[in-house]
């Protein structure tokens, strides 16, 4: 995941790595199988979303606002707007619709990726500068594209698994060091001295062998 700079002295990665809330299985590997979640990941921290006009929204810890409040309303209740006023805010909640739409069915993926998120937001009222400060930030991040270049169905999915599935899904984590030496190569170790896992390095993987309810990966053909 990690590489050196180019002068070789220095441990580089492409981006900041965050590991959210829905990362169960990260985490369960880190805290169950490895036992060194806490010594590689930080604990839960504010966010901010910039836009090219600066800081716009300041995410908190949603674990630590009280009351719980239902998904959706807790992320409007407790975001810290910076700049975004109240009344631009409210044209989003339309969207409320579209969310409880889309229930990830192939009928709904079918529906929402005839048309770009920017499209449905425009269609649903939401406002330019709503839409501007507070939307496309947030599809950048997500998904690396303009929301006039995403499918709605891809936005909204993206949307609910890291933002409104629960209160808490957008609480985030991050790596203390380079995440190839933090993560990678303690599981690396434990794989090759526990498991008996031989890593080929530089080599094609050519098939796999399942076992027989093919479920579980019994092999790894080079």
Known sequence: DGFRSMNGKYQAEAGQHGFWDQYYNIFRLLDQDLGIIDDVLTGYAEQGQY???????????????????????????????????????????????????????????????????RDLCVKLGVSRRCYDEAFEPMILTGLFAPGGECSA??????????????????DVRWCKGNIGQQIFDPWKDKLESERGVNFQLGTRVSGFTVDGDRRRLSEVKC
């Not at 409210?90 to 529906?111: G, H, Q």
């Open 153 to 170: 169905a891809a936005a909204l999915g993206m949307a609910y698994f890291f933002v409104l599935s629960n209160q808490n899904a957008f």
């Open 51 to 117: 836009s090219p006009a600066g800081l716009e929204a300041v995410w908190p810890v949603y674990r630590d606002q009280t009351p719980a409040l239902p998904t959706g309303l807790a992320q409007a209740a407790y975001t810290k707007f910076q700049n975004l006023p109240l009344v631009d805010r409210l044209t989003a909640f339309p969207l409320v619709l579209a969310f409880s739409e889309f229930d990830d069915s192939p009928e709904s993926w079918e529906k929402y990726d005839k048309i770009s998120f």
